[in-house]
């Protein structure tokens, strides 16, 4: 369901009883709406009502109680974190790695085939392996990064890897570019295009016709990555 163009604010939080367990629901009015809306509040795990002028908020929380089933299966249709903890899996360069917890393990972390062996005590596990986890991504996209750089005769002043939740990567106007190390995550090719993006800023500063052709120079797999990012970016932010 769309979201109604107009301000929105929240007037009220109930939790909700869907069956097997309560959810948050929020209720909001928005001053343009026209009826009430029920959606699924995928950042809080339950549901959000949205009330035109004058309707009570009564008749929003009837409305959610009608659609429990609904709200049900929406939520569990959702992509479920994945916390770092011996025997969870997540994708390395788009390939599938379990991690093993190995107290007695050589420090750190290391890669065994398709097994990420972290040592040392289980509490400081989901710490351990994403700094290795940033780190790694460093490793990979610097070099990268230089080289794409070097093919268009440009050189950035700085490569960071951060973890940040709205973009993939950016480029600053000193040419300082910075990534998120979730791309480390995703398969290769997809990381290769968004290293590929960053690197075309450093010569255009804009999305400009002129901009494009530099990154479908640098990169074989412009179009394939940017859907593949569409379908599946968000599903990056469920690790960790
Ligand atoms: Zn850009």
């Known amino acids: ?3 109604p ?7 009220d939080c109930h939790m909700l009883d869907i069956g097997p367990r309560t959810v948050p629901l929020r209720v909001r009015r928005n001053s343009r709406a026209r009826r009430m809306i029920l959606r699924i509040d995928a950042d809080n795990d339950g549901a959000v009502v949205t009330l035109p002028p004058r309707v009570k908020i009564e008749e929003g929380l009837a409305m959610a109680r009608g659609q429990t089933d609904w709200i049900a299966e929406k939520l569990s249709d959702l992509p479920r974190r994945v916390m770092f903890a011996n025997g969870a899996v997540i994708p390395l360069a788009g390939v599938p790695h379990r991690i093993c917890h190995d107290p007695n393990a050589r420090r750190g972390v290391r890669r065994e085939n ?3 062996v972290v040592s040392g005590r289980p509490e400081h596990l989901p710490r351990r392996l994403s700094d290795w986890l940033k780190a ?3 490793r990979t996209i610097a070099p990268l990064a230089r080289e794409k750089a070097a093919m268009i005769g440009k050189k950035p002043s700085s490569i960071t890897v951060r973890d940040t939740r709205s973009r993939w990567g950016s480029c600053s106007a000193t040419g300082g570019l910075s990534f998120s190390w979730r791309l480390l995550l995703a398969p290769d090719w997809v990381l290769e295009y968004v290293v590929s993006h960053e690197v075309a800023h450093l010569q255009h500063l804009n999305h400009s016709d002129a ?7 640098l990169t074989e797999h412009m179009d394939d990555a940017r ?3 569409n379908e ?3 599903g990056l ?3 960790g």
């Open 1 to 3: 369901m769309k979201k």
């Open 5 to 11: 163009l107009g301000r929105d604010s929240d007037i």
């Open 114 to 116: 398709d097994d990420l």
């Open 136 to 138: 790694e991504a460093k």
């Open 211 to 217: 901009f494009w052709q530099v990154v479908d120079g």
């Open 227 to 229: 859907q593949w990012l």
């Open 232 to 234: 599946h970016g968000t």
């Open 237 to 239: 932010h469920r690790y």
